[in-house]
């Protein structure tokens, strides 16, 4: 897995985002691809999002989540040294995981998803975390890339308020005519944003599924207040 730039460093904690173009070797993204080909076998009813919002489309967006812990090679990515040496510069000394699925936007109808933080989503307030997405495929104009809209994380983490679309199934973030910068990005690409950066995703219009994979780690433990437990995950690296 390839180490960040100071660079990468500075853009991320400037702009809100960094990109590491073609950051996984080939034995990494291999794994990535065979367990999300493994899971996407399964029937969409069990993929459908968390236990607040259900923000699965069927075969059009589907969410294969929380699978680390009955996956033992996947377990050995998103926890092994390798994402800890990528990630400290962003996030800390001590990341937690937070949170992992995988993202498909299914050939020809592959939904689009509007705009948001992923901060948007968590339902209490909380430190900022950092969201991993790769690119398990090429990614293109027309197949579904993620867009980011530049932040000064040194200026301004706030959080948007959000409202939960039903129709889209999705919480949306923002809702002006900014259309964001794309990540154009070959197979094994990873996009580092912070959960307070806005990002968006076209729709996937190609023939091909488009796959992705989204980890998310946090500084700390993220703990409901209501309950004082982790709100998802609170693994440390």
């Not at 259900?54 to 059009?60: A, L, R, S, V, Y």
């Not at 992992?100 to 936007?105: G, H, L, P, R």
């Not at 991993?132 to 890339?145: E, F, K, L, Q, R």
């Not at 993620?146 to 959000?162: A, C, G, K, Q, W």
Request: aromatic share 8%; glycine share 8%.
């Amino acid at each position: 897995m390839l180490n960040p730039t100071q660079q990468d460093v500075d853009q991320y904690f400037e702009r809100g985002y960094a990109i590491l173009p073609e950051a996984l070797n080939g034995d990494e993204l291999a794994v990535l691809s065979s367990v999300c080909d493994e899971l996407l076998q399964e029937p969409p009813d069990d993929d459908q999002g968390g236990k607040a919002h259900n923000i699965g489309k069927g075969q059009d967006r589907r969410f294969l989540r929380h699978r680390h812990q009955d996956k033992a090679a996947l377990s050995g990515f998103v926890l092994g040294q390798g994402m800890r040496t990528m990630i400290s510069p962003f996030i800390g000394a001590t990341p937690h995981l937070f949170n992992e699925q995988f993202v498909v936007k299914g050939p020809k109808t592959g939904a689009a998803f509007a705009w948001h933080q992923d901060s948007g989503y968590v339902g209490f307030d909380h430190a900022p975390y950092l969201s991993v997405w790769i690119a398990i495929d090429d990614t293109t104009a027309d197949n579904g890339p993620v867009f980011v809209m530049p932040r000064n994380l040194r200026e301004d983490t706030s959080i948007e308020d959000h409202q939960w679309d039903a129709e889209g199934k999705e919480m949306v973030g923002y809702q002006g005519s900014d259309p964001g910068i794309p990540a154009i990005v070959p197979a094994g690409s990873v996009v580092l944003f912070s959960s307070v950066t806005l990002h968006r995703s076209s729709p996937n219009t190609t023939d091909h599924s488009r796959r992705a994979y989204l980890a998310q780690y946090s500084e700390a433990p993220l703990l409901d207040p209501a309950t004082g437990a982790p709100k998802t995950f609170a693994v440390p690296l």
